[in-house]
């Protein structure tokens, strides 16, 4: 059974930086990209992020110069560093982990998901 558990989630002003982090326990797997959703009540969920096992990665146009992600020295860590945070931002995020082998933005391309948290940016 493979696990992910987003943490790191929180109220923050605009301006602000946040960190959230996602650790995948269970089974293993020799790849495997790890990606970073968002969604809101009125919106369908949205891509972020996504990194490969050897560190490239791929961003969404709106998070592009703010946001980085980036794996742990692990490997079943995935970080996302968020800076000059807005109150657009305001939404849950998932980690994911697909096995496809590459850089997937859509969400049907992951085969496992975490919890979510909750990351709301006041104005």
């Known amino acids: 059974q493979v696990q992910l558990v987003e943490s790191g989630g929180g109220l923050v002003q605009a301006g602000d930086s946040l960190k959230l982090s996602c650790t995948v326990s269970?089974?293993?797997?020799?790849?495997?990209?790890m990606g970073w959703f968002r969604q809101t009540p009125r919106k369908e969920r949205e891509f972020v992020a996504v990194?490969?096992?050897?560190?490239?990665?791929t961003y969404s146009e709106s998070a592009k110069g703010r946001f980085t992600i980036s794996r742990g020295v692990a490997k079943n860590t995935v970080y996302l560093q968020m800076s000059n945070l807005k109150p657009e931002d305001t939404a849950v995020y998932f980690c994911?982990?697909?096995?496809?082998?590459?850089?997937?933005?859509?969400?049907?391309?992951?085969?496992?998901w975490g919890q979510g948290t909750q990351v709301t940016v006041s104005s």
């Open positions: 990194v490969s096992d050897s560190g490239d990665s």
């Open positions: 994911a982990a697909s096995l496809a082998g590459v850089a997937i933005t859509h969400d049907y391309g992951y085969d496992y």
């Open positions: 269970g089974r293993t797997f020799s790849t495997y990209y």
